[in-house]
C-alpha cells in the first residue's frame, strides 16, 4: 500500500486550504492509498536558523522530518500569500529537508526521489496559481519528483458547498485524477 501524506499550508480555522486538503485525502484514500493528514499547528516550529539548528535540533521537526520520510508520497496543499506560499509551510520545508545524525548535507531524506503534488485554493480568480509556481520550484529543490497535474480552485469563497465538497465539477474531477496520478507515480517510484 502506498503511503501518503497530506500537508496543509494554513492552520486558519475555515481554511478553504484545509478543505481541499481534506478532499484530497478522502480521494487518495479512494485510491487506495494510505493516508497521514499533518497538521502543521500541531508542530512546534521555530522558524529557521542555523543557530538553532546547530544548538538543538528541534524535537517537533525531527518528528515532523520523520512523519515525512516514512512516506512514498506529499501532497501539499498552500494558501497563497503576496503570490508565493505561506511562511507555516516554507518552514515546515525547510526543517524537513535539513541533516540529522549522520545524514550529509544533502541526504534530504524526507524528500529525495518521493512523488509530489500540489493543490492551492484562494478567493482570487487566479485560484493560488502564483503560490503553486514557487512550490514546484521549492520541491524540486529537495529533489521530489512534482507530478504535472496540480489543483487550483478559484474563487474559494463560492467553491465550497456546505458539506465541503466543491460545486463545480470541474475542480472535483482536477482534485481525483490528480489524487489518482500521485498514487500510481508514488508507487512506481516506490518499487
Given at each position: 500500500m502506498t503511503n501518503i501524506a497530506v500537508i496543509a499550508g494554513s492552520v486558519r480555522?475555515?481554511?478553504?486550504?484545509?478543505?481541499?486538503?481534506?478532499?484530497a485525502a478522502d480521494s487518495l484514500e479512494a485510491q487506495g492509498a494510505r493516508v497521514t493528514r499533518i497538521d502543521l499547528g500541531a508542530f512546534d516550529l521555530p522558524l529557521y536558523s542555523a543557530a538553532i539548528e546547530a544548538g538543538a535540533f528541534p524535537p517537533d521537526a525531527l518528528r515532523l522530518k520523520t512523519l515525512f520520510a516514512e512516506q512514498d508520497a506529499l501532497l501539499f496543499?498552500?494558501?497563497?500569500y503576496n503570490g508565493s506560499l505561506p511562511p507555516l509551510l516554507k518552514n515546515a520545508i525547510d526543517w524537513a529537508s535539513?541533516?540529522?545524525?549522520?545524514?550529509?548535507?544533502?541526504?534530504?531524506?524526507?524528500?529525495?526521489?518521493?512523488?509530489?503534488?500540489?493543490?492551492?485554493?484562494?478567493?482570487?480568480?487566479f485560484g493560488g496559481l502564483r503560490g503553486l509556481m514557487h512550490l514546484r520550484q521549492i520541491l524540486s529543490?529537495?529533489?521530489?519528483?512534482?507530478?504535472?497535474?496540480?489543483?487550483?480552485?478559484?474563487?474559494?469563497?463560492?467553491?465550497f458547498a456546505e458539506d465541503g465538497s466543491l460545486k463545480e465539477p470541474l475542480p472535483a474531477s482536477l482534485v481525483?485524477?490528480?489524487?489518482?496520478?500521485?498514487?500510481?507515480?508514488a508507487g512506481a517510484l516506490a518499487t
Open positions: 480555522e475555515g481554511s478553504y486550504n484545509r478543505a481541499l486538503a481534506e478532499l496543499v498552500s494558501p497563497e535539513r541533516p540529522t545524525g549522520d545524514e550529509g548535507l544533502v541526504a534530504l531524506t524526507a524528500y529525495r526521489g518521493k512523488a509530489a503534488a500540489i493543490m492551492s485554493a484562494s478567493i482570487s480568480p529543490t529537495v529533489q521530489m519528483l512534482v507530478i504535472p497535474e496540480q489543483v487550483v480552485v478559484p474563487n474559494a469563497h463560492a467553491a481525483e485524477m490528480t489524487a489518482a496520478r500521485l498514487v500510481a507515480v
